[in-house]
């Protein structure tokens, strides 16, 4: 499966560090991911028509083994009229054990 997430450009230092999502003192005590990369394009649209800081620069598709995200807590949500999934802070060591690749897209677009 595959699933799409903007990120900052610090979340995403913080991702490569270890190629794990995290949460931090800063950030909601949870994870979102979109189910398809329009709508995660149309996100960072949004986002940066509404001046979102920090702005979004990276999106990230990350491929997730089946099997093992079955087991994982996530929660079906509707995020800005699209699919997307939630992964709680206690279910993220366990979602980011099911990350099989990652690929990394810098947003490049204007308004």
């Avoid at 003192?25 to 189910?35: G, I, S, V, W």
């Avoid at 509707?78 to 979602?95: M, V």
């Amino acid at each position: 499966m595959k699933l799409y997430r903007a990120v900052s450009i610090d979340e995403y230092q913080d991702f490569s560090t270890d190629k794990a999502f995290r949460t931090t003192n800063r950030t909601l005590e949870a994870k979102q991911f979109f189910k398809s990369e329009i709508a995660v394009r149309e996100f960072v649209i949004a986002a940066a028509k509404r001046s979102f800081w920090p702005p979004y620069e990276c999106i990230l598709t990350v491929d997730i083994d089946n099997q093992c995200f079955e087991a994982v807590g996530a929660e079906g949500q509707n995020l800005d009229g699209h699919d997307a999934i939630t992964i709680q802070e206690d279910y993220l060591t366990s979602f980011n054990n099911c990350i099989t690749f990652v690929v990394v897209q810098y947003v490049e677009f204007s308004l």
